[in-house]
């Protein structure tokens, strides 16, 4: 089941005293923020839409000037909250290429069938993505997002096929 919302920030602090705040970005583009007009605020289990009236950057965090957050004290009451958009405004993806978080909880099926769990996080590190599998028992499998390695992702079947090249596992 795709996602409605996909998660694009998160609120770690203020900045200054006009009711800036900083945001770690969740986002491989970091001037994303850009082309955004409003996000979502997820607080108390709410989704709450704020337009977005600035856009800075200061130590790979975004800087966001939201209308109606004036000053520090505002601006504080949104720590530690995570930021949305709409699945339809994300941006269009080249082929073969997917969100994160349609991957996250497909099948992961061996080329020879055989189930090795879900895809249970997704990370880079630089050189290629890293798939963590999770099996029923809890163990987790790292797999690299290599073409050699991940042979098919079939969203609409929630199921991804892998090719163990001795050594992996």
Do not use: C, R, S
């Given at each position: 089941?795709?996602?409605e919302y996909f998660e694009v920030g998160q609120i770690v602090n203020t900045f200054?005293?006009?009711?800036f705040v900083k945001v770690k970005p969740f986002t491989d583009s970091i001037d994303r923020f850009e082309e955004l007009k409003y996000v979502l605020i997820q607080k108390d289990k709410q989704l709450i839409q704020m337009q977005i009236?600035?856009?800075?950057?200061?130590?790979m965090l975004v800087?966001?000037?939201l209308k109606g957050i004036e000053d520090i004290n505002m601006a504080e009451k949104l720590k530690g909250c995570y930021l949305k958009i709409k699945r339809e405004d994300s941006k269009k993806l080249p082929e073969?290429?997917?969100?994160?978080?349609d991957l996250i909880g497909l099948n992961v099926y061996t080329d020879e069938g055989n189930l090795l769990g879900k895809v249970d996080d997704i990370y880079n590190n630089k050189s290629s993505d890293i798939y963590v599998i999770k099996d029923e028992l809890g163990k987790q499998i790292?797999?690299?997002?290599?073409?050699?390695?991940?042979k098919q992702i079939d969203i609409e079947n929630e199921?991804?096929?892998?090719?163990?090249?001795?050594?992996?596992?």
């Open positions: 089941m795709k996602q200054g005293i006009k009711g009236e600035e856009v800075k950057y200061k130590d800087l966001l000037k073969n290429t997917y969100f994160i978080a790292l797999l690299p997002g290599t073409k050699e390695v991940i199921k991804i096929v892998v090719h163990l090249i001795d050594g992996l596992i």
